[in-house]
């Protein structure tokens, strides 16, 4: 089976939001510190760190975990964004080749959106994109990806 390009860098994107997710579903409000005192501190964004998701959503890309990786997809991700839902065909694509997260780096961020430039290998084949992950609910989940 083969997948273009637009393919494969959309559903890098997808397993780039699971991860975000899976990363950050601990709980940090309402702990105390012992003396009754609340220790939270207000954010301005959303939860979590956007390489792990990224991380979490190769992960399950590799393992074949479908409905991880989906999950991890912005709500309103689309073709247009360059993103959209796994198939069955593509989970089964990459979970017969060997999904490889080789480089992460963060070179955008406000509180609603970051880019991250994520260098992968998939079956042999290296490239690299630019992902933009969006705050959905609290979480980063993968948005777009963003044209070279």
């Not at 890098?12 to 009754?36: I, K, P, R, V």
């Not at 689309?78 to 017969?96: H, K, R």
Request: net charge negative.
């Amino acid at each position: 089976m083969e997948l273009n390009r637009r393919q494969y860098l959309a559903t890098l994107g997808t397993t780039a939001s699971a991860l975000a997710l899976a990363g950050c579903s601990g709980d940090s409000n309402g702990s105390e510190d012992g003396d009754g005192d609340s220790t939270d501190t207000p954010t301005s964004g959303p939860t979590g760190n956007p390489v792990d998701i990224i991380e979490t959503w190769h992960s399950a890309l590799d393992d074949g975990d479908i409905d991880t990786a989906n999950n991890l997809i912005h709500e309103n991700a689309s073709e247009e964004t360059g993103v959209t839902e796994i198939t069955e065909g593509q989970g089964e694509f990459y979970n017969g080749n060997s999904v490889t997260l080789d480089n992460t780096e963060i070179v955008e961020e406000d509180d609603n959106v970051v880019v991250v430039e994520v260098t992968t290998t998939v079956a042999g084949n290296t490239e690299t994109s630019t992902l933009e992950l969006r705050s959905q609910d609290g979480a980063w989940k993968v948005y777009g990806i963003r044209d070279e």
